[in-house]
Structure formats: structure tokens, C-alpha cells
């Protein structure tokens, strides 16, 4: 039995041991997916505590990504380059951090939009962790111009400057005024969640031929406010988090197990009935 947990403070919302134990019963995989909840200040002797339980490996949400990475042996290229780990393998001894929420959410924007950011333009509104590394995500992906959107507009500015001096991509802090001169508009602030149910942007910010991925997760309802407003604006092709938590979750496991694949469909059929439910 192969065994791995999802860490975070507070953890008892995570879909992921409902979406991986979903995918283990499908391709008749022998494993074992539980959720560990542990404060920040614990979490280097959690994960060294796990390790020693002989896990497999573990998934890291709100607040662990950052405050992970020098904890790692190794880090992966995707690692450092977003700064941030989602993904901790065990193995000989070391902990090796990796991060599939940007190539989640490439996945994501292009099963389901058919949006890939070579040569193309974004917006992301939101440049906290998962903004990040969406931002950083496109950017090396290939999108030419990038227009950055937070509260923390000094947060924002840095990220901006980041990409700008690493990457081919111009990026720039813009306000809301200026979303419509994106092609893809990714909704990364907390925006459509309970603490902040409004939508991010007014239907007039937004224009009908672009196109929209909004990484939140709304209970019991297919739409998020944002995703309503651009459907005022006349925009037709958009998506809410689900498939990004679906893709950034396969990767991990694929990467825990060498390439075994995953069961997206059966992870996203497990996630959407339990959004519904618990709607």
C-alpha cells in the first residue's frame, strides 16, 4: 500500500483525497490518500515525521508552498522557477519539492478553452501563490504581454518586473480598465469564495471574444460571480477551477509514481459531485 496526504492549516475543504482515491479504485492502484492538518511552524518535523511513517510522498496547500522550499533536498526546475512547492516526494533519504500548479493550469486552460499562451496575451487578476504561478506559468510559456491585477499593487509590480527581466514575456501592473486588451483573463484572487463573494471585475471590464479561467472552486454552482459577469459581457467560453485542481493533482501523482497515469476522468467526476453536494 503506497500512502500519501494532502498538508495544510486549515485542510478539512480539500478535494484531494476524495479525487486520488477516486483515480487509485479506477486503474487498481494499491494506495492510500489522507488529509494532515498542520500549522506552519510545525511543518519541517511533519515532513520528516512522514517521511519516516515511509509515505510515498505529499501534496502542500495554503500556507506550506513557500515556506517549503528550503526545506527541500532538491527542488525541481518548476520548483524554483515559481518559487513555491505543491509537490514533496520521498525518496532515498531526500525530500525532492515540485510544483504542478502552473503546468495544471496550462493543462487546464487548454483542454477546456483551447488556450495555449505561445504568442498569445493574458491578464491574471489575483498575484498571490497560485496567481504567481500562473503569471510565471504563462510568461514562460510564451505569451508576449501580461497584464497583472492585485490588491498589493507593490506585490504586483514586483511580480512584473520578475517576469519582464526573466523571461521574453512584458509584463506590466494594469487596472481593470485595461483587461479587455488580454485574450485570456485567469481569476486567481479569492474572489467568488466566501470571504469575497463579488465578482473580480465589473461585466464591462470584460469583452465577448475573450476567453476566461477562473481557478476558483464554487459550492454547489458550475459559475463563479466572475465567470456570470463575463457571460453579461457576452463572453462564451470560460471555466472554474475544478479541471486545475484535477491536472495539478494527476501531475502529482504521475510524479510520486514515475508516470503512472492518472484517472482525470474519474478525479473530476469525484470532485464535481462532491462541489455539488456540498452546494
Known amino acids: ?33 489522507t488529509r494532515r492538518d498542520v500549522p506552519p511552524e510545525t511543518l519541517q518535523e511533519a515532513l520528516v515525521a512522514l517521511a519516516q511513517e515511509g509515505l510515498e510522498g505529499v501534496n502542500l496547500t495554503i500556507p506550506h508552498k513557500q515556506l517549503a522550499v528550503p526545506m527541500m533536498d532538491v527542488l525541481t526546475p518548476e520548483a524554483q522557477r515559481l518559487g513555491a512547492v505543491n509537490t514533496v516526494r520521498f525518496k532515498d533519504g531526500k525530500m525532492y519539492g515540485h ?98 463573494p463579488e465578482a473580480a471585475a465589473p461585466a464591462s471590464a470584460f469583452r465577448a471574444d475573450q476567453v476566461l479561467y477562473d481557478i476558483v472552486i464554487p459550492p454547489g454552482a458550475p459559475e463563479t460571480p466572475t465567470m456570470r459577469a463575463y457571460r453579461e459581457a457576452g463572453g462564451t467560453r470560460c471555466a472554474n477551477g475544478i479541471r486545475m485542481l484535477v491536472e495539478q493533482g494527476a501531475l502529482s501523482f504521475e510524479y510520486w509514481t514515475d508516470g503512472i497515469r492518472a484517472d482525470r476522468e474519474a478525479m473530476l467526476a469525484a470532485v464535481e459531485a462532491e462541489v455539488a453536494h456540498h452546494g
Open 99 to 196: 510544483n504542478t500548479d502552473g503546468p495544471g493550469f496550462l493543462a487546464a486552460a487548454k483542454a477546456l478553452l483551447d488556450f495555449s499562451p505561445q504568442g498569445d496575451t493574458a491578464a491574471v487578476i489575483g498575484c498571490g501563490g497560485a496567481g504567481r504561478a500562473v503569471a510565471l506559468s504563462l510568461a514562460h510559456g510564451g505569451a508576449t504581454w501580461l497584464g497583472l491585477i492585485d490588491v498589493d499593487a507593490n506585490r504586483a509590480a514586483q511580480l512584473a518586473t520578475e517576469i519582464s527581466q526573466t523571461t521574453a514575456c512584458r509584463a506590466e501592473v494594469i487596472s481593470q480598465a485595461r483587461l479587455a486588451e488580454a485574450h485570456l483573463v485567469a481569476q486567481c484572487s479569492p474572489s467568488g469564495l466566501a470571504i469575497m
Open 1 to 33: 500500500m503506497k500512502r500519501f496526504a494532502v498538508l495544510g492549516h486549515p485542510i478539512g475543504h480539500s478535494f484531494s483525497p476524495i479525487m486520488h482515491t477516486a483515480s487509485f479504485r479506477v486503474i487498481g492502484f494499491e494506495g492510500e490518500y
